[in-house]
């Protein structure tokens, strides 16, 4: 049995597991999740996360759960495989990308969940931005990433001068927010905005785009073709066709699936 990750690729959650997969060079299959019927909340998917949140990993016979957790799993079991994400070499270096993978869950993830939720989810829902709400967030987001700006003038990475998932869990939420206008709040910091440039041209950012076009089409009920770096061109049932060549298409794939997604889930492909 190979590596099955139950979720969507849509989800932030799941997203993070996806690039450490690519990452790591790791084959696997996304098993998808039926949002919008409720199976995440019902058996057999309790039985892999009994909160009935998205992603659960298996792997074997070791079932894994929470998003965080199932991508330090992968580093620590394949570290010999791809890039190493923990800095395993070095006791220093692990504890460092440790100690900023902690600033990433607990400082960084709480402001930058509730600005997409008012964002990307409400607006979905038709409930208007909170622009009071938002503006709170985007006060801690800021204190936050002058903490980033700070560490970031003394070296290229989080943890360092290498790459790790310290830099990776950061990811998926920025592929959203980068793609508005109060992200200026980053591209004004130089070093901030230096990191995020450098990470687009991740081997990982690019094959997850792939994975999150593959996720829409298997969850839609009529697909009519499965992507890959080869093959661009996609007709989905709804009738539309975008070419992932062109900047921006990917990310209208990735509303349009969110769009039916998010409905049904109150918002939980963001919190997990």
């Known amino acids: 049995m190979g590596i099955k990750v139950h979720g969507i690729a849509l ?89 900023w993978m902690e600033v990433e869950s607990h400082q960084f993830n709480s402001p930058m969940q509730t600005i997409i939720r008012q964002m990307v989810v409400n607006p979905i829902f038709g409930i208007a931005c909170d622009e009071k709400i938002i503006g709170a967030e985007l006060e801690k987001l800021g204190k936050v990433l002058d903490v980033y700006e700070e560490r970031l003038s003394k070296c290229k990475y989080l943890a360092g001068d290498f790459y790790s998932l310290a830099d990776l869990h950061h990811i998926p939420h920025l592929v959203y927010f980068m793609r508005n206008p109060r992200s200026s709040i980053i591209t004004s910091r130089p070093h901030d905005s230096c990191v995020g440039n450098e990470m687009k041209t991740l081997p990982s950012i690019d094959n997850n785009k792939y994975a999150i076009a593959n996720s829409f089409a298997k969850n839609t009920a009529d697909p009519k073709v499965e992507v890959s770096s080869d093959s661009l061109k996609n007709e989905v049932s ?34 997990h």
């Open 11 to 99: 989800s932030t959650c799941t997203a993070r597991v996806l690039l450490c997969l690519c990452e790591k060079g790791l084959d696997y299959e996304i098993v998808p999740v039926d949002i919008p019927n409720s199976a995440h909340k019902q058996q057999p998917y309790l039985s892999l996360n009994p909160f009935g949140q998205i992603p659960a990993l298996e792997d074997g016979d070791v079932k894994v759960f929470e998003s965080r957790a199932i991508s330090k799993y992968l580093a620590r079991k394949y570290k010999d495989t791809g890039v190493d994400l923990l800095g395993s070499s070095s006791l220093t270096e692990s504890i460092i990308v440790d100690t």
């Open 238 to 271: 709804y009738g539309l066709q975008f070419d992932l060549s062109q900047p921006g298409n990917d990310f209208l794939y990735m509303l349009l699936f969110l769009a039916k997604l998010v409905h049904a889930s109150s918002g939980e492909l963001f919190v």
